[in-house]
């Protein structure tokens, strides 16, 4: 579960790439994936093959560069605001994109749990990242993971 921040929208119809989306009011879908804010989400789960959050994280950035070989990909500073109630800080990666194909950049924000990672990414209008990168940040700090365990001692109710 995400936090929606005031002033947006949140979409959970079904569509191709991700989860749910947001984006800001007085917008639509698809006005704000071409020109303006808009963020997806996806949870990720981790195999074998990429236990980590490091190696989801890779992956989506081979995937890009072997279709935009143009794409620039950098790693920010994580997040620090966000302190869960033992002390610890939630394992984060922060990276920024720059994709010829947008007008701006594209932020991603992964949020590692012990199953999986939740995938935030934020379509940024150019030259307003610091408006937005901040509603980033704060959709990420929001985040509640839970996970279910498989309890198979239990027999069919």
């Not at 890779?58 to 869960?84: C, D, G, W, Y």
Request: with cysteine; proline share 8%.
């Amino acid at each position: 579960m995400v936090g929606l921040p005031k002033g947006w929208l949140a979409d959970n119809e079904p569509r191709s790439g991700f989860q749910f989306s947001m984006y800001p009011v007085l917008w639509t879908k698809e006005s704000a994936m071409k020109r303006g804010a808009f963020l997806y989400g996806n949870i990720v789960l981790k195999t074998d093959k990429e236990p980590a959050m490091e190696a989801i994280a890779e992956r989506h950035e081979r995937e890009l560069l072997q279709k935009i070989p143009a794409a620039i990909f950098k790693r920010l500073n994580t997040p620090e605001s966000q302190v869960k109630e033992d002390g610890e800080y939630p394992r984060t990666l922060l990276r920024v994109g720059f994709i010829p194909s947008y007008g701006g950049p594209e932020y991603s924000l992964y949020v590692d749990s012990p199953k999986g990672v939740l995938l935030l990414v934020m379509l940024c209008p150019q030259g307003k990242d610091e408006t937005y990168l901040p509603v980033l940040k704060w959709i990420g700090g929001t985040a509640l993971m839970m996970t279910r365990e498989d309890d198979t001692s239990m027999g069919a109710v």
